[in-house]
């Protein structure tokens, strides 16, 4: 079983930052598919940011221009630069990887997941 650990959230003010990290023992993110989803208490989880296999990034329509997703794949490692954080984007955000199907938003595609970790953005 893969376990895919989060970190970097927190509280913030409103235009700040916040950088998230996921890691993941003994697992290569180099050849799957890898995302950051968030979920709001009492909805379904929606998909931020991903990198496809063949290194293509694409963002939800409410980050693009403020949230940048990267991934290092010596160590392994993903990113999620997050800026100008408004309060709607408060959230758990988890990462994924391993998708399986087309559907790159769609979160139960995703095989792996972590924990989450809880962003809180005041204003």
């Known amino acids: 079983q893969v376990r895919l650990v989060e970190s970097g959230g927190g509280s913030v003010q409103e235009g700040g930052s916040l950088r998230l990290s996921c890691t993941a023992a003994?697992?290569?993110?180099?050849?799957?598919?890898v995302a950051w989803f968030r979920r709001v208490r009492g909805k379904e989880r929606e998909g931020v940011a991903l990198?496809?296999?063949?290194?293509?990034?694409d963002y939800a329509d409410s980050v693009k221009g403020r949230f940048t997703m990267s991934k290092d794949n010596a160590k392994p490692i993903l990113y999620l630069q997050m800026n100008s954080l408004k309060p709607e984007d408060s959230a758990v955000y988890y990462c994924?990887?391993?998708?399986?199907?087309?559907?790159?938003?769609?979160?139960?595609?995703?095989?792996?997941w972590g924990l989450g970790t809880q962003v809180t953005v005041s204003s």
């Open positions: 994924a990887a391993f998708r399986r199907g087309v559907d790159r938003w769609n979160w139960t595609a995703y095989r792996y």
């Open positions: 990198i496809d296999t063949d290194g293509t990034t």
């Open positions: 003994e697992y290569s993110f180099s050849r799957v598919n």
